[in-house]
């Protein structure tokens, strides 16, 4: 079974530049997230999606940032106009969530975003 | 508030040694979930662990075992006889069912363990 796809892997721009990341879950998961790690810390949740609706966005600085899952797949985050503090891994997970809710959360490579 | 506290920012070990990594958790929940994830140097988290609230037997898969303790709040991970490959930093997270935040994860800072031959 394919896991958590990210991609681009790695990206370097400079300051004030739009950047955009993609994620496609793990097959059958409804429930999507992003989150932003710094180093050195934890993940941090952005966003968070059951299916094609963003249930928790309460993290996300929505002055610059903004994400879309459309069809309730695949899920794009972008960044305009990035700033030097928004260099950090920015990973996406998927999970199950049915009744039980909690269940585990796997995650992709994740980006890791330089901004210059 | 930090809710999930990993107070050991780094642990180094030699290959066979025991080592074990604390997590202390902070919530009003009485229904919740607590998680370990492993970071590789690679960078995906890798999970390991989930255990509910009404759980409370240690659990142990290998190398591996947990001690999960709510009178104290705690859910200790034990890498039994650590290998090199056990290299990684490793998360505890907590998900609070009953509040506004179900769902969501609290990571704790992660602890750095290094395990040289």
């Known amino acids: 079974e394919a896991g958590v796809v990210q991609s681009p892997r790695y990206k370097i721009i400079e300051k004030k530049q739009p950047v955009a990341f993609w994620c496609n879950p793990i097959s059958g998961h409804n429930t999507l997230y992003w989150y932003r790690q710094n180093l050195g810390q934890g993940p941090e949740l952005l966003i968070r999606y059951e299916n094609e609706e963003a249930v928790d966005d309460s993290q996300l600085p929505k002055d610059r940032f903004s994400a879309e899952r459309l069809k309730g797949v695949d899920s794009t985050l972008k960044i305009q106009p990035a700033e030097l503090g928004d260099s950090a891994v920015y990973l996406c997970?998927?999970?199950?969530?049915?009744?039980?809710?909690?269940?585990?959360?796997?995650f992709g490579p994740g980006t890791r975003l330089t901004v210059t | 508030a930090q809710k999930v506290t990993q107070a050991q920012t780094e642990i180094s070990v030699v290959e066979k040694e025991d080592v074990t990594l604390d997590c202390v958790y902070e919530t009003r929940d009485t229904t919740y979930y607590l998680f370990w994830y492993k970071q590789p140097p690679s960078g995906e988290l890798v999970f390991l662990i989930r255990r509910n609230s009404f759980d409370e037997q240690n659990e142990i898969s290998g190398r591996y075992s947990w001690n999960f303790q709510k009178s104290t709040s705690s859910f200790n991970f034990t890498i039994t006889a650590s290998q090199v490959v056990d290299s990684a930093v490793y998360f505890c997270?907590?998900?609070?069912?009953?509040?506004?935040?179900?769902?969501?994860?609290?990571f704790g800072a992660g602890t750095q363990v290094v395990v040289t031959p």
């Open positions: 997970a998927s999970s199950f969530s049915g009744t039980g809710r909690g269940y585990e959360q796997y």
């Open positions: 997270a907590l998900s609070e069912l009953e509040t506004d935040s179900w769902g969501k994860f609290q």
